[in-house]
């Protein structure tokens, strides 16, 4: 089993519309989550951090179920510039090593 | 800060020529990381560094060697270049516990 997978989608929606999609993780006992996003060609950034409560940053929200095992991000209202490759994130062992998902690739039309 | 900076951007060499990749972090992180990423893959751990002087093999270590001399730099050397080494490569580094902060990548490519 992959510590961390994602549907890697595509995700294809209109400007506006709301998009969501999860990742799940494979040890119950990990600590800290994060969503990156990847811009064709260009390196991971940091998207937001997850917290156990939940967050939301602008348009952007994540929410993390520790009982199924699974983060998730929702995207609201979306624009073109929303269009990437996002990243889950997860200290699967809370050590020196992140583990990264594939990656699912949301496209936003006009 | 400039942050995670990579040495060369781009860069193309032969089949059988060496070279190095540098990477540098003025963020006085203690981990750092080489990836390397192929179309349509997600990112794969070269090796990695959890502080001065160590080094560590991650998933896809074989044709590469690294050294971390000083903490702000980590090395990645290819000493005899294959095709299958053509990738973009990042490196990256981070705080135990804290998000992790990439460069902005080499392009290699190997003929």
């Known amino acids: 089993r992959k510590e961390v997978e994602q549907d890697p989608g595509p995700f294809n929606v209109p400007e506006g519309a709301t998009v969501a999609f999860n990742c799940t993780y494979s040890n119950s006992a990990s600590q800290s989550f994060f969503w990156y996003r990847q811009d064709c060609r260009k390196e991971p950034k940091l998207l937001m951090s997850v917290y156990s409560s939940g967050n939301e940053d602008g348009r952007f929200t994540a929410q993390l179920n520790r009982a199924s095992q699974y983060i998730s991000l929702l995207i609201r209202d979306s624009k073109l510039s929303d269009s990437a490759t996002y990243l889950c994130?997860?200290?699967?062992?809370?050590?020196?090593?992140?583990?990264f998902g594939a990656g699912t690739t949301v496209t936003v039309r006009a | 800060n400039a942050g995670v900076t990579q040495t060369p951007k781009f860069r193309v060499l032969k089949t059988g020529q060496s070279m190095t990749l540098l990477c540098a972090q003025d963020m006085n992180h203690e981990y750092m990381y080489w990836y390397r990423q192929d179309p349509g893959m997600g990112l794969r751990l070269i090796h990695y560094?959890?502080?001065?002087?160590?080094?560590a093999k991650g998933e896809v270590p074989d044709g590469y060697n690294v050294s971390r001399l000083k903490k702000q730099n980590f090395l990645l050397g290819l000493e005899s270049a294959a095709p299958s080494q053509t990738s973009v490569y990042f490196c990256?580094?981070?705080?135990?516990?804290?998000?992790?902060?990439f460069g902005p990548g080499t392009r290699l490519t190997v003929l």
């Open positions: 994130v997860v200290n699967i062992r809370n050590d020196y090593k992140l583990s």
């Open positions: 990256a580094s981070r705080l135990l516990g804290n998000e992790q902060f």
């Open positions: 560094s959890v502080g001065e002087g160590t080094t």
